[in-house]
């Protein structure tokens, strides 16, 4: 399901490689209602390839601030040194090199014999970049690239972007004379004509090579969505190709970050979404993608699927794994055991896609149960199977199992909950219209869990 990692855990910026039979994850680590992005460790997750819903964390593996259990991997510490967005490749000798973003100070590279770390600084990044172009040695968002012949490339940027080659012999030595600068446009240029800020970069580089191409994933321009550019070679020119995924069409959007990755043949999209009704606290997920013969990567949409191919509607389902979000409800963590749809008014959409509801039945109904927390308003949640309405589930004042026998039906379908309520419309002439203009406005219930039962 989607999220993929267990959902107390807030991973974002997620860098996925696959090293020997396990696919690991890298990203930044997020805490529920922090009021900043990413916080002072870095964590890494693992699962074997041919098992991808088994994931083990591996605990911290870079540490820019002292906690209760280690010191401090680095040691020129400023007021905020957050880490954001690494990323880990193999060199040439076969260790792992994490490539740190350091957020107000300079960042560095570790090493580790183990792809699960922990990670053992080796050195701040050693450059002549100009500083104004590398942000004083931030280089915010590494992505690199180990190439085939054994050449190293850091790709890296924030409203601007720019790569160097490292020398594959320390890791963490920029090469002077590589950098190149812009290798995406940041800005629309008479030669180019851009009038799609798709193609624009604003953040997130992540490098990958596919089939001797050359692909750069990267976010645009305030944009919630991934895109992406190719070329046949590191050092670019690279061409806009399309995007990859919007996690604002039925979400409420936020930055994204992520990157592509093969695993037992099929190609998947990791990226993020947001929580707790902020743009803070991001949960990793994923998708299936298709690279075409051409190179192209058709656009997909965002579901509660993981690397499922279907959810199964006659297990419990949290509410919290909804790929759709229409309107006032967002995905809060109440505390580590739960997390719920809260904020729901009349008028909202909350969707999941997609259940497999199989190909036999023996009756026309099923029913349909809820756990909610009722907020002292009555309201109804309409349930939908793609476009039909298969049922009306009343919901009350109180926390409550509410149950309703709702139409049975097969296949595969999205599962919709559209949210109503019976208050007077404000405005008419019913004596008692200033009641919904009250309830309009307000908090209903929120969604813990659901069930279909035969």
């Known amino acids: 399901m989607n999220p993929y990692l267990p959902n107390w855990e807030y991973i974002p910026d997620g860098e996925p490689r696959v090293f020997g039979d396990r696919v690991y994850i890298y990203g930044s680590h997020d805490s529920a209602g922090n009021s900043a992005f990413c916080d002072y460790v870095l964590k890494c997750w693992s699962a074997p390839v041919n098992d991808l819903n088994n994931w083990v964390c591996h605990g911290d593996i870079f540490h820019t601030a002292d906690d209760r259990d280690h010191k401090s991997d680095i040691s020129w510490n400023n007021e905020q040194t957050r880490l954001f967005a690494p990323d880990v490749v193999q060199g040439k000798d076969g260790k792992y090199y994490l490539y740190a973003y350091i957020v107000n100070a300079k960042g560095c590279v570790a090493v580790s014999d183990r792809p699960e770390g922990p990670f053992k600084l080796i050195s701040q990044y050693k450059y002549t970049i100009p500083d104004d172009v590398c942000c004083n040695g931030w280089f915010i968002d ?10 190293t490339y850091i790709y890296c940027g924030f409203e601007h972007s720019f790569l160097a080659e490292i ?21 629309i240029t008479s030669e180019g004509g851009f009038d799609d800020k798709d193609k624009l970069f604003f953040e997130a580089c992540s490098p990958r090579k596919v089939n001797g191409t050359y692909y750069m994933i990267y976010s645009p321009q305030r944009s919630p969505r991934l895109a992406y550019a190719t070329s046949d070679s590191p050092t670019g020119p690279y061409t806009y190709r399309g995007y990859i995924i919007d996690n604002g069409v039925d979400d409420h959007g936020g930055n994204d970050h992520g990157s592509i990755c093969c695993i037992n043949g099929q190609w998947y999209i990791f990226y993020h979404r947001m929580t707790n009704g902020t743009i803070m606290s991001r949960r990793g997920c994923v998708e299936k993608i298709e690279i075409l013969p051409d190179g192209t990567i058709p656009p997909v949409e965002m579901t509660s699927l993981g690397f499922q191919d279907s959810l199964d509607p006659y297990k419990i389902t949290p509410a919290d794994i909804a790929c759709v979000l229409r309107g006032h409800g967002f995905i809060t963590q109440k505390n580590t055991f739960e997390r719920v749809i809260t904020g729901i008014r009349a008028g909202d959409v909350f969707g999941y896609k997609y259940f497999d509801f199989g190909d036999d039945f023996s009756s026309r109904t099923m029913l349909f149960t809820a756990r909610v927390h009722g907020l002292g308003c009555d309201s109804k949640m309409h349930i939908f199977a793609d476009d039909e309405e298969i049922g009306v589930c009343s919901i009350g004042q109180g926390d409550a199992v509410v149950e309703v026998p709702v139409k049975a039906v097969t296949g595969r379908h999205a599962v919709y909950f559209k949210i109503t309520t019976d208050y007077p419309v404000e405005g008419s002439d019913d004596p008692n219209a200033w009641m919904g203009g009250y309830f309009k406005n307000r908090d209903l219930f929120e969604l813990a869990e659901f069930t279909f039962m035969k």
């Open 142 to 151: 590494p992505g690199v690239l180990v190439d085939d012949d054994g050449r």
């Open 167 to 187: 020398n594959s012999d320390n890791m963490y030595e920029v090469i002077d004379g590589t950098c190149i600068e812009n290798f995406i446009p940041n800005e």
